[in-house]
C-alpha cells in the first residue's frame, strides 16, 4: 500500500514533503492506516480529532487512543469536543449533517489557522461505491454519479484507489492498531444498509467492483469536464448578470435541446429544483408576469428573459424542512404542526377542521417545506374541482387583517407546489381518493 500512496502523491504532485499535512483521523482502521502510511514515507503531518459526544464512554475512548498514538509518533495532534446534538437541534437538522458541517469548519479552522497546505481524508473506494448508490437513491445529476474526488482544492484523498479489504490487510499484516466504531455495525443510517446488504451482493456480481466503479467514475470525471466547457460557452451567450440579478435569453433556451437541464444548472445554485425547472421551462410561451420562487430568490418571466432576483426577507420570514419521518415541527413562536402517518380505508372520514389537512402520500415529494405566502402564490384550493386560487384572494376571502397576512403559512410539497395554506383550504390536487393506499395528515395546533 505505500508504494500505491506514493503513486498518487506522485500522480497529482503534492508536494507533501515539504509542509506539515493534517490528517482527519477518526481512530478506525482507514484513518490509522492513512497515518501509518504518511509516518512510513517520511511526510511532515499532523492530526485532528473530532470527538463528537454522540457515544459516551466510547467516544472518549477513541480520543485518548489518537492522543495516546499521536504522542508515540511525536505528531501534532488537535482535538475538538463537539456538542453535536445541540447544533442539530438549533439547526433542525439530521445529526450526520450536523456532525459533517461542524468537523469541516473546525478543518478549514485548522488549515487557515496553523498554514497546512492540504487535509487529507481517510476514504476509499468502497467509500465512493457508497456515494454514488446513495446519490443514485436519492435522485442526482452527473456530478452525484461520478463519486468522490481524489483531490479537490485543499482535500486529498490518498486511499481513494484501495479497497476496504485491501486496507484491512495491510492493518492486520502490519499490526497497524485502530478503533472499532460500534455504530458502523447497525443498519441505522442509510450508508450502513448499502455496505451490508447491497454492496455485497454487488461484489458477487463483479468481484472487481472496486476497480470497475473507479473505472467509470474517471470516464464520467472526464465527460463531466468536457461538458464543463460546453455550459460555460452556453452561459456566457445566454446568461447575463446585474448586481445580484441575474437574466436567461429565452431565445437562446428554445433553441437548446436540452433546456430544462441547461436552465436547472443556472437555477439549482438558487435553491430551484429540477421539477420546478421543468414547470419554468413549460411556461416560456406563456404570457409575462409568472413567477416561481425559491427559498431565498424569485424567477420572473419578462417577454424576452427570466429574471432571477434574491427574494427580498424580513426577520419575521422563515423557510423550514420537514424530513419524511418527522413527527412534530415548530412553524412559528407559537404554531405547530403534528404529522402522522396512517393507511386508507375506503371507510375513512376526514374529520372537518380547517387545522387539519390530509394527503396522498404517493403524491408528496419529501422534504416538505414551511414557509410565508407569498405575492403570485395560488394553489387548487380543496373541492373547487382543480380551478385555480391566488393564496391572496382566498386571505381576502377569509377576512384576513392586514397586519396578520404576514404571518399566514403555506405547507409546500417537495417541487414547490402548495399543498396547504395552512389553517385555512388545503390543496384538491393531493386530495384522498379511492385508488390511495397511505396517507399523512397533518394537524396545525397553536399554543402547543
Same mark, same amino acid.
Given at each position: ?22 490528517? $482527519? ?23 485532528? &480529532? ?7 464512554? /466510547? ?16 505528531? *501534532?495532534? !488537535?482535538? &475538538? ?11 433542525r437538522i439530521s445529526i450526520q449533517m450536523a456532525a459533517r458541517d461542524l468537523r469541516y469548519a473546525w478543518f478549514k479552522e485548522l488549515l487557515d489557522g496553523f498554514g497546512y497546505p492540504y487535509l487529507a481524508l481517510a476514504h476509499h473506494a468502497d467509500d465512493s461505491i457508497e456515494t454514488v448508490l446513495l446519490n443514485l437513491v436519492r ?25 476496504? &479489504? ?10 497497524? *492498531?485502530?478503533?472499532? =466504531?460500534?455504530?458502523? $455495525?447497525? =443498519? ?29 467514475? /474517471? ?10 466547457? @460546453?455550459? $460555460? ?34 437555477? /439549482? ?15 416560456? #410561451?406563456?404570457t409575462s408576469g409568472k413567477q416561481f420562487h425559491s427559498h431565498s430568490h424569485s424567477v420572473v418571466k419578462d417577454r424576452t428573459e427570466l429574471i432571477i432576483s434574491p427574494q427580498i426577507s424580513t426577520p419575521d420570514v422563515r423557510y423550514l ?22 393507511? @386508507? ?7 372537518? =377542521?380547517?387545522?387539519?389537512? @390530509? ?12 414557509? *410565508?405566502?407569498?405575492?403570485? #402564490? ?19 376571502? &377569509?377576512?384576513? *387583517? ?24 388545503? #390543496? =384538491? ?5 379511492? !385508488? ?11 399554543? $402547543?
Amino acid at each position: 500500500m505505500l508504494d500505491s500512496f506514493l503513486t498518487f502523491v506522485n500522480d497529482h504532485r503534492l508536494p507533501l514533503g515539504e509542509m506539515p499535512t493534517l490528517l $482527519a483521523v477518526s481512530g478506525g482502521v482507514d484513518s490509522m492506516v492513512l497515518a501509518e502510511l504518511f509516518r512510513r514515507a517520511g511526510s511532515p503531518f499532523a492530526l485532528a &480529532h473530532c470527538n463528537f459526544g454522540l457515544r459516551g464512554d /466510547e467516544s472518549d475512548a477513541d480520543e485518548r487512543f489518537v492522543r495516546q498514538w499521536a504522542e508515540n509518533a511525536g505528531v *501534532p495532534c !488537535h482535538v &475538538h469536543l463537539f456538542d453535536t446534538q445541540a447544533e442539530a437541534d438549533k439547526r433542525r437538522i439530521s445529526i450526520q449533517m450536523a456532525a459533517r458541517d461542524l468537523r469541516y469548519a473546525w478543518f478549514k479552522e485548522l488549515l487557515d489557522g496553523f498554514g497546512y497546505p492540504y487535509l487529507a481524508l481517510a476514504h476509499h473506494a468502497d467509500d465512493s461505491i457508497e456515494t454514488v448508490l446513495l446519490n443514485l437513491v436519492r435522485g442526482t445529476g452527473l456530478p452525484g454519479m461520478i463519486g468522490i474526488a481524489p483531490v479537490r482544492n485543499r482535500l486529498i484523498r490518498p486511499l481513494l484507489y484501495s479497497s476496504k &479489504h485491501e486496507i484491512l490487510n495491510f492493518a492486520r499484516h502490519q499490526n497497524i *492498531p485502530w478503533r472499532e =466504531d460500534s455504530s458502523n $455495525a447497525t =443498519d441505522h443510517y442509510r450508508r450502513n444498509v448499502l455496505r451490508h446488504r447491497v454492496v455485497p451482493v454487488l461484489q458477487e456480481l463483479n468481484p472487481s467492483l472496486e476497480a470497475t466503479f473507479l473505472q467509470t467514475s /474517471e470516464r464520467l470525471r472526464a465527460a463531466s469536464s468536457v461538458l464543463d466547457v @460546453y455550459l $460555460a460557452t452556453w452561459r456566457s451567450q445566454a446568461v447575463r448578470q446585474e448586481g445580484d440579478t441575474h437574466f436567461v435569453s429565452i431565445d437562446m433556451l428554445r433553441r437548446t435541446r436540452e433546456p430544462v437541464y441547461l436552465l436547472h444548472t443556472v437555477l /439549482e445554485p438558487f435553491g430551484y429544483s429540477y421539477a420546478q425547472v421543468q414547470n419554468i421551462v413549460a411556461t416560456l #410561451d406563456a404570457t409575462s408576469g409568472k413567477q416561481f420562487h425559491s427559498h431565498s430568490h424569485s424567477v420572473v418571466k419578462d417577454r424576452t428573459e427570466l429574471i432571477i432576483s434574491p427574494q427580498i426577507s424580513t426577520p419575521d420570514v422563515r423557510y423550514l424542512q420537514i424530513a419524511k419521518g418527522t413527527s412534530r415541527i415548530h412553524v412559528s413562536e407559537k404554531g405547530v404542526l403534528l404529522l402522522t402517518h396512517h393507511t @386508507y380505508f375506503p371507510t375513512f372520514v376526514p374529520t372537518p =377542521d380547517k387545522h387539519i389537512a @390530509y394527503f396522498d402520500e404517493a403524491l408528496l415529494c419529501f422534504p416538505l417545506v414551511v414557509r *410565508p405566502w407569498q405575492i403570485g #402564490d395560488w394553489f387548487c384550493p380543496f373541492g373547487m374541482s382543480g380551478k385555480r386560487k391566488k393564496v391572496s384572494d382566498l386571505l381576502v376571502e &377569509h377576512k384576513i *387583517p392586514v397586519s396578520h397576512k404576514p404571518n399566514c403559512l403555506v405547507l409546500l410539497n417537495g417541487d414547490q407546489q402548495i399543498l396547504w395554506v395552512i389553517g385555512l383550504r388545503a #390543496d =384538491d390536487r393531493f386530495r384522498l381518493g379511492p !385508488h390511495s393506499i397511505k396517507f399523512l395528515q397533518v394537524e396545525y395546533l397553536i399554543n $402547543a
